[in-house]
């Protein structure tokens, strides 16, 4: 297979990243000022917007009374990916997307605080280049922060793959992805180093599971991080305006 | 219709039972139900029952145009149908989110894993090749549907057979089966699905789950796995979080139970092809004379008894078949009632008519205790605990009784003493007797 190619004699990857390293992850918060809460995140060519809405009061026949229902809606713009999409939404896959992006953030909101509400996450692809899952889901944990949800802990995801039979690659592009083997998403809360999803495909001998298992883990403490990182950056640069930046100091 | 919602007793109740490692149907926390799989008249339809859970699976075939991209592939599509047949909440020809679910994990289980090859279905690129169409219906869900459609799709997939094609030219000519044989497809390898549900904040896993086992977990893994201990499509998520450990260990009995799941398949389909080759009729018609597709006689005896253990040694017979009214069961099972069900004294499983019940022996840890119980509560004619004093004074009395005429004689000869003592003894031992005997 062309699995092969995917890591050349002297380590480099297609992109001239190593085995073990992340694409370049840059995020803002706060990008839109009608939702209570919003992102932008760029995980290397892989961009998406995510915006938050809620909590507000759920409409009288989906309203829970022990926890918030969490409403999200995927869609991938038609101009991301390689070829015109037709459909944005609602073909299989995207709801496939929507179940698993709702039952990941579910595991991360701390959903017993918001009786009969409702949290609405956006999500929109921008530009697909593989692991579109793990941006949205980094995405919208940093929307859900901007807009003041309660959360657990940061809930990060990260891929992980296989190349040449037995060297985990960590966050995939859509190149390897397409080329390569069976890739794993994992979603995780990396600080008590617990699985809120997870989800692969295609073949994979369940001898490598541990090994790609933990480079994906890894990658998710090294973007729980990186998320950090921004998100004190934007408190002081908003604080900044109410003299937060000197306290802090 | 609503999904009638499960009150916080009843999801407690399964939580607090899982905690002692009970479940409700008397399974232990890595068993899974019984599956059986019966094969239709028809090439590639398949019937297939895990416990009560139900499906039945067609797979048909047409001729169309392939994809742009892969001008030489066969397509095969996925569909499950969740219809109200299965479950009053179901609703007919709607998209819900559990059957996107379920179709998704099929599609990456049997698509994205290349079991089928689709190259084989082509009958000439760009133009015809062979469109598979795996049809699922649930005819019953009692929990777990996923594994049950995995097993029901793989059957009917390895039953199928396509005609066989001639192309002159422009023209493709379809034989039927009596021009020439129907082709079967090739499957690379045997993928079928295995669920887990987690309880205790992810700590515990118990394999199979049932319906009401579903609705109180807290998270459900689903492995598609191979006989190859190939991982095909792995899904987990639910309301809470799952440490890695659970999930290796839990993938490897999924690759185990994988195995025998595909052996029995293999076994199954062995059988069919005896069966077609030997002239003897198939299809479901045989599986209702065999009972086992007629829903009536299917496990009425949900609850199995772990706790009981009907393994008769044997003093226990012996006594059993000397008093009359002691072995109230066995007495009562063996000629009154035919009907009814009864023990076997060979094999200490529970037989009756209904071909499905009965009671599995059970392991060997917590029977001993019971067993025990059990032979004492017999042989004592009902004496339960609270009798244990009673006879504990009988017993004293007795002995005083003894010593006293031993010690009568010695006293007149011996010293003042010990008679003066034993004199005190006797008298109070005496009133003690007056007092029981009387």
């Known amino acids: ?249 | 219709m609503k999904e009638t919602p499960l009150s916080n007793c009843e999801k407690a109740f399964v939580v607090q039972a899982i905690k002692e490692r009970l479940r409700l149907d008397g399974r232990k926390l890595e068993e899974f139900r019984p599956l059986k799989i019966n094969f239709g008249a028809e090439w590639g339809s398949a019937h297939v029952t895990l416990g009560e859970t139900r499906v039945l699976a067609q797979v048909s075939c047409e001729l169309g145009q392939p994809k742009a991209t892969r001008p030489n592939e066969g397509l095969l599509y996925i569909n499950v149908e969740l219809s109200p047949m299965a479950a009053l909440h179901f609703e007919a020809g709607r998209n819900s989110e559990l059957t996107v679910q379920i179709n998704r994990i099929l599609e990456r289980t049997f698509k994205d894993s290349r079991c089928v090859d689709l190259e084989s279905l082509c009958v000439s690129a760009e133009d015809k090749v062979w469109i598979l169409r795996v049809d699922l219906n649930v005819l019953n869900h009692e929990g777990n549907i996923i594994d049950c459609a995995s097993v029901a799709a793989l059957c009917a997939l390895a039953h199928f057979k396509h005609p066989d094609v001639t192309v002159t030219g422009e023209e493709i000519k379809i034989h039927t089966s009596a021009e020439k044989d129907p082709i079967p497809i090739v499957l690379h390898h045997y993928p079928v699905c295995v669920s887990y549900a987690t309880f205790q904040n992810g700590e515990v896993a118990i394999a199979d789950p049932t319906v009401i086992e579903e609705r109180s977990s807290e998270a459900n893994m689903v492995f598609g796995i191979n006989s190859y201990r190939e991982l095909c499509c792995l899904n987990l998520g639910g309301t809470t979080l799952t440490s890695s450990n659970l999930l290796l260990q839990c993938s490897s009995r999924a690759a185990n139970r994988a195995k025998q799941v595909v052996d029995q398949i293999k076994a199954a389909l062995a059988t069919d092809a005896e069966a077609r080759s030997a002239d003897q009729s198939v299809g479901f018609t045989e599986c209702l004379k065999m009972n086992t597709i007629n829903s009536l006689a299917q496990d009425r005896l949900s609850l199995r008894l772990r706790r009981f253990n009907f393994t008769l040694d044997d003093d226990f017979r012996n006594m059993s078949s000397n008093s009359a009214g002691a072995p109230d069961i066995k007495a009562e099972g063996d000629d009154s009632l035919p009907d009814a069900t009864r023990i076997d004294e060979n094999t200490g499983l529970l037989n009756s008519n209904q071909s499905n019940v009965r009671w599995v022996p059970e392991d060997s840890s917590d029977s001993d205790e019971d067993e025990h119980i059990f032979e004492k509560g017999d042989e004592s004619g009902g004496a339960d605990s609270d009798d244990k004093d009673l006879e504990e004074e009988l017993e004293n009395v007795a002995e005083e009784m003894a010593y006293k005429r031993q010690s009568q004689p010695i006293s007149k000869g011996g010293s003042q003493q010990p008679v003066k003592r034993n004199i005190d003894n006797s008298s109070d031992s005496e009133e003690e007797t007056t007092m029981v005997l009387g």
Request: glycine fraction near 8%; hydrophobic fraction near 40%.
């Open chain 1, 1 to 249: 297979m062309a699995n092969q190619d995917l890591l050349s004699d002297q380590g480099l990857r297609l992109d001239g990243r190593r085995a073990h390293e992340l694409r370049r992850i840059r995020c803002k918060l706060g990008v839109f000022s009608q939702p209570d809460g919003s992102a932008y995140l760029e995980q290397g060519n892989t961009k998406v917007l995510a915006a938050v809405y809620g909590p507000h009061q759920a409409p009288g026949k989906k309203s829970n009374h022990s926890e918030v229902i969490v409403n999200c809606q995927y869609s991938m713009a038609v101009f991301s990916t390689g070829e015109r999409k037709n459909r944005p939404r609602g073909d299989r896959k995207s709801q496939e997307m929507t179940i698993h992006l709702q039952q990941t953030l579910r595991a991360a909101i701390k959903t017993e605080l918001y009786p009969r509400s409702q949290i609405d996450v956006f999500i929109e692809v921008l530009q697909a280049d593989g692991g579109n899952y793990c941006a949205s889901v980094n995405a919208a944990t940093l929307a859900l922060i901007d807009a003041g949800i309660c959360l657990k802990e940061y809930v990060c995801a990260c891929t992980a793959s296989l190349a040449n039979g037995n060297v985990p690659l960590m966050d995939v592009s859509h190149l390897e992805e397409v080329s390569g083997g069976a890739t794993l998403s994992v979603a995780s809360l990396p600080s008590s180093n617990k699985i809120a999803f997870m989800e692969m495909s295609q073949r994979f001998h369940l001898d490598h599971l541990p090994k790609v298992l933990d480079h994906a883990l890894q990658g998710c403490q090294q973007i729980m991080s990186i998320l950090d990182k921004a998100v004190r950056e934007h408190l002081a640069l908003v604080g900044s305006a109410s003299d937060w930046g000197n306290i802090a100091k």
